[in-house]
């Protein structure tokens, strides 16, 4: 600041200049002094010229003088700004500071002293404020860039918001598209199958050896067809949260040994021993015997196709805490951990080659993986390349159904897709609903 200062003196009165002059002189300051007489000559001058403080001399109250400070303050020109005043009194300093004055003084008190304190304090306090309002657009660039960014978060939200509403759209309309495309599948193949079983028996006519050989073959493949369909028809169920469980007491003992039977034959062309073992103080059990059998099936007929030869077990036991274990054990090919997580995943199998040498859907044990969560169950698998596998189901003796379904439930109505979230208390509230436009 002790640099060569370039002060200006706009004053119309000769002799106050002169006094002025004087006493900036006298401060010691090294300074460039210029003068004017009016508020024209002050504009042209400070257009040109950058000065480091002005010194204007205003009349109060007379409007003239606080006008041109507004109207300094209002143009491009930054300056600090003393004004001379012949007034000193607490109203005057309000109606200058307000008008854009930096500082004032009256000039019955300019002194060396006086003026080189104004002087030194009116350019210390401008720069402050040229700083703050520095800091201030910065703020406010900061601000607009933050808002600009929030504005395109918010536009991503929704765009990602939309994309996840289509997914789960094209989701609950292929879930629909299945269950639709299955239950139209199911009904020819159950008149293919219903009429190869009557073409069958004797009493419609003696069909000749290659002739029952082929209806049979129409029949074995009719009825693996049903049950590829009906596998599709119950994902696509469970998918669209439309499989109910029917739960009733039943013998659970009964059912294995129902399973095991149906299966028998299919072990027993290849060759492998299937056996039963049920230990079980009460058989009783509150459960959907469909679906408890239909778990058993799907296990049973894995445990026979990976396997070559050996012998597959069933075993039913109690466990504590009012529970039952459902295990069957086989000596087959076996899994290797590393598949284990995946081989409940729907449509997954250890061999996805097109050429794979077992068939099948790859969607079993995601039908069994998620009966198994409906009944508040358990799964557990054991398994070894080349030696064998073991599941384990863990069920409940009674299962709850109010501890069925996942957090969301989506239901199919005719036209209109209803979507349930899980509430606090544990029950479905409706959170929202899409329609389905049909061709
Ligand atoms: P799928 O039997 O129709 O292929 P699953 O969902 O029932 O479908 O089984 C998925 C995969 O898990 C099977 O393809 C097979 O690779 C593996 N797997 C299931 N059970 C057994 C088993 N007992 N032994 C060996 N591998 C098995």
């Given at each position: 600041m002790e640099d060569t200062l370039k002060i200006l003196v706009v004053d119309d009165d000769e002799v106050d200049r002169m006094a002025v002059r004087y006493a900036l002189t006298k401060t010691g300051i090294q300074m460039e002094l210029s003068e004017v007489v009016d508020g024209n000559d002050m504009f042209s001058i400070l257009n040109t010229t950058d000065y480091d403080c002005v010194f204007l001399s205003v009349r109060l109250p007379d409007q003239a003088g606080l006008t041109l400070i507004q109207q300094l303050r209002s143009s491009e020109i930054k300056v600090p700004l003393v004004v001379l005043t012949s007034q000193e009194d607490q109203q005057t300093a309000v109606q200058l500071l307000k008008a854009g004055a930096t500082d004032y003084l009256s000039k019955s008190r300019i002194s060396p002293e006086n003026l080189a304190q104004v002087l030194r304090s009116a350019i210390r306090v401008y720069r402050a404020e040229i700083q703050v309002a520095l800091a201030k657009d910065q703020l406010r660039e900061s601000y607009e860039q933050l808002l600009c960014k929030n504005q395109e978060l918010e536009r991503q939200q929704q765009q990602l918001q939309m994309q996840n509403f289509k997914l789960s759209e094209a989701s609950v309309l292929k879930s629909h598209f299945l269950a639709t495309m299955s239950h139209e599948l199911r009904t020819p193949m159950n008149a293919i199958i219903g009429f190869s079983q009557i073409l069958l028996r004797p009493k419609f006519g003696q069909l000749t050896h290659q002739q029952a050989d082929m209806v049979e073959r129409i029949l074995n493949n009719g009825k693996h067809l049903l049950m590829l369909v009906n596998e599709v028809l119950d994902f696509s169920k469970l998918q669209a949260g439309r499989l109910d469980l029917k739960a009733e007491r039943f013998d659970v003992s009964k059912v294995t040994n129902l399973a095991v039977s149906e299966m028998r034959s299919l072990a027993d062309a290849k060759n492998l021993s299937l056996l039963v073992q049920i230990d079980l103080q009460n058989p009783l059990v509150y459960n959907d015997p469909i679906r408890v059998k239909q778990i058993l099936i799907n296990l049973l007929s894995n445990a026979i196709k990976f396997t070559e030869f050996g012998e597959i077990w069933v075993e039913v036991k109690e466990l504590p805490a009012n529970r039952v274990a459902i295990i069957v054990r086989d000596t087959g090919i076996g899994i290797a951990p590393k598949d284990f997580k995946h081989?409940?995943?729907?449509?997954?199998?250890v061999d996805q080659t097109l050429t794979r040498k077992y068939p099948g859907t790859g969607l079993g044990l995601a039908i069994i993986d998620s009966l198994v969560r409906m009944m508040g169950g358990k799964i557990f698998l054991e398994s070894k390349l080349g030696i064998g596998s073991m599941f384990k189901i863990e069920l409940p003796r009674q299962i709850t159904l109010?501890?069925?379904?996942?957090d969301i439930h989506l239901q199919l109505d005719n036209e209109r897709v209803f979507c349930y979230a899980k509430n606090p208390h544990n029950s479905y509230s409706q959170a929202r609903q899409a329609s389905i436009g049909y061709p």
């Open positions: 081989i409940f995943e729907a449509f997954r199998q109010s501890s069925v379904g996942d």
